[in-house]
C-alpha cells in the first residue's frame, strides 16, 4: 500500500490541500468571532442601561417621565437591531462552518461540489454584511439617542 495515500483513496496531500484550503475560512470565522463578541459586549450594555432606566420610570413625572419613555423605547429598538445583527453574523459563521465540511465531503466522496462553495461563501458574505449593516444602523441610532440637550451646555451653576 502506498503510505501517502489512506485506504479510502485519498491522499495525506490530498487531506492537506483541503485543510489549505480550509485556512481562509477559518480566519472569516475568527473574524467573525470577533464582530460578535463586540456585539454582545453591545447588547450587554444597552441591556444594562434599560434596566436601570425602568427603575427610574415608576418615580418619574411629566417631561422627565416622557424623556424616560422615549429612551427606553430606543434602548429597546437598538436590543432589537443588534440581536439581529448577531443572529445574522452566526448564521454567516455556520454557513462557513457547512462550506468547510463541504470542502471535506468533495475531496472523500469525490464529488464536484464547486457550485455549492460558491453559493455556500456568497451567502455567508451576504449574511456577513447585512449584519454590518444593520450593526451601522444601530451604532446610528445610538449615537442620536445620546444627543445631550442644548441647555445642559447652557446651565451655569448657582454661585
Same mark, same amino acid.
Given at each position: 500500500m502506498d503510505p &501517502?495515500? #489512506?485506504?479510502?483513496?485519498?491522499?495525506? $496531500?490530498?487531506?492537506?490541500?483541503?485543510?489549505?484550503l480550509s485556512v481562509a475560512p477559518v480566519f472569516l470565522l475568527a473574524g467573525i468571532g470577533a464582530f460578535l463578541n463586540v456585539c454582545v459586549g453591545r447588547l450587554s450594555r444597552i441591556v444594562d442601561r434599560a434596566r436601570a432606566i425602568e427603575q427610574l420610570i415608576p418615580g418619574s413625572r411629566g417631561a422627565e417621565?416622557?424623556?424616560?419613555?422615549?429612551? &427606553?423605547? #430606543?434602548?429597546?429598538?437598538?436590543?432589537? $437591531?443588534?440581536?439581529?445583527a448577531i443572529f445574522m453574523s452566526v448564521l454567516s459563521a455556520i454557513l462557513v462552518c457547512v462550506l468547510i465540511m463541504t470542502l471535506f465531503a468533495a475531496t472523500f466522496l469525490g464529488a464536484q461540489f464547486a457550485t455549492v462553495v460558491a453559493?455556500?461563501?456568497?451567502?455567508?458574505?451576504?449574511?456577513?454584511?447585512?449584519?454590518?449593516?444593520?450593526?451601522?444602523?444601530?451604532?446610528?441610532?445610538?449615537?442620536?439617542?445620546?444627543?445631550?440637550?442644548?441647555?445642559v451646555f447652557e446651565h451655569q451653576p448657582d454661585e
Open positions: &501517502i495515500h #489512506a485506504p479510502t483513496g485519498t491522499g495525506v $496531500l490530498e487531506i492537506a490541500q483541503i485543510i489549505q417621565h416622557d424623556r424616560l419613555v422615549a429612551e &427606553i423605547r #430606543a434602548l429597546d429598538k437598538r436590543m432589537g $437591531l443588534v440581536s439581529w453559493l455556500l461563501f456568497i451567502a455567508s458574505m451576504f449574511a456577513t454584511g447585512v449584519g454590518f449593516a444593520i450593526f451601522l444602523i444601530e451604532t446610528r441610532l445610538g449615537s442620536r439617542s445620546v444627543r445631550i440637550a442644548g441647555d
